[in-house]
């Protein structure tokens, strides 16, 4: 049994906002995925290449940097990062408190249902 959503209208900010995992999938389609991520202090995503797979990441809450392909900049609530696929990307969280996003994969990246509390419970799973 998934511990996905089948509603098809959520609130995804306040959902990203209020989430501590790691990694939550909330939605999974045929073609995209939704999900949710809060990287802790000091934390990071992890340097990572998505083959097949575009990315756009949408930050809710606190400040991080973005290192996309050899471009790197500072994002915060209100920014979206894109991830063409093939590209290397990693953030990482500069700031205190949680750095909250949601995130889209196209087509999916994760199984469907996918919960990791932690970085270190992701990358075990990898």
């Known amino acids: 049994m998934t511990s996905e959503t ?5 609130p ?3 959902l990203a906002r209020e989430n501590d995992e790691f990694r939550k999938v ?3 389609g045929d073609k995209t995925q939704l999900v949710l991520m ?3 202090e000091g934390g ?3 340097g990572e290449v998505h083959e097949g797979h575009d990315q756009l990441l949408y930050f809710v809450g606190g400040t991080g940097v973005a290192k996309i392909g ?3 900049c500072e994002v915060s609530d209100g920014d979206v990062s894109i991830v063409p696929s093939g590209t290397f990307h990693n953030f ?6 949680m750095l909250k996003l949601f995130t889209t994969y196209s087509p ?3 199984a469907a249902g996918t919960e990791h509390a932690t970085k270190a419970e992701a990358d075990a799973d990898e």
Request: no cysteine; aromatic share 4%; hydrophobic share 35%.
């Open 108 to 110: 999916p990246e994760h």
């Open 6 to 10: 089948q509603d098809l209208t959520l």
């Open 12 to 14: 995804v900010v306040e």
């Open 38 to 40: 809060a990287i802790p």
């Open 44 to 46: 990071e995503i992890g």
């Open 26 to 28: 909330l939605w999974t």
């Open 92 to 97: 990482r969280n500069t700031g205190s408190g």
């Open 70 to 72: 050899e471009a790197e």
